[in-house]
């Protein structure tokens, strides 16, 4: 089984990577898809609830949360096949250590742009959770910043720059989405020898 984890701020480029990773046959996780289903249980703000989740419920609670998806699916799919997950979203140090703790092997890409880059592409996906206003976009960040992002890019396995042209970005994903399993397959293959 291969887990990797993708973290960014805002507009950096994280669905590009679940994309990619998609069409290479990975299970996608998002981490921002359970904090948008519990906003829409309690008819709330996304980024209201997020805090609100995390107070609740612990730090851990979204990683928890992508643990369980994950195990459930681990056991409705036969034991032949294998299981590879892009978790996309990854905001906290201490949701990188609830993964690494459930899954042996976990890597984190970061993916980064800068804040005009990344405020341009928020503006024109117009997600419910994005601002036209760079003031709001700003506070966002100041918000996934609070959460502990800039520890998981810091300290990521992966980094990977969003500025250029989109082909090279997808084929540095590929690149590493293809190394890191056929890693994984050939130390699994190593043990079942042994």
Sequence with gaps: MHVIGVTGLPGSGKSIVARVAKNLEFDVIRMGDV???????????????????????????????????????????????????????????????IFKNNFRGFKVIAVHSNPNTRFMRVKKRKRSDDSDSFHEFKKRDNRELKFGIGNVIATSDFMIVNEGPIWKYKNSIRSILKTETKKRTLKNIKKKKL
Excluded: H
């Design 35 to 97: 904090i948008r289903d519990e906003a829409i249980k309690r008819n709330a703000d996304i980024g209201e609830t997020a805090v609100k989740l995390r107070e609740e419920y612990g730090k851990f609670v979204v990683a928890e949360r992508c643990v369980e998806i994950i195990k459930e699916s681990m056991y409705n799919t036969p034991k032949e096949n294998d299981l590879k997950y892009i978790i996309e979203g990854i905001r906290s140090p201490a949701e990188v250590k």
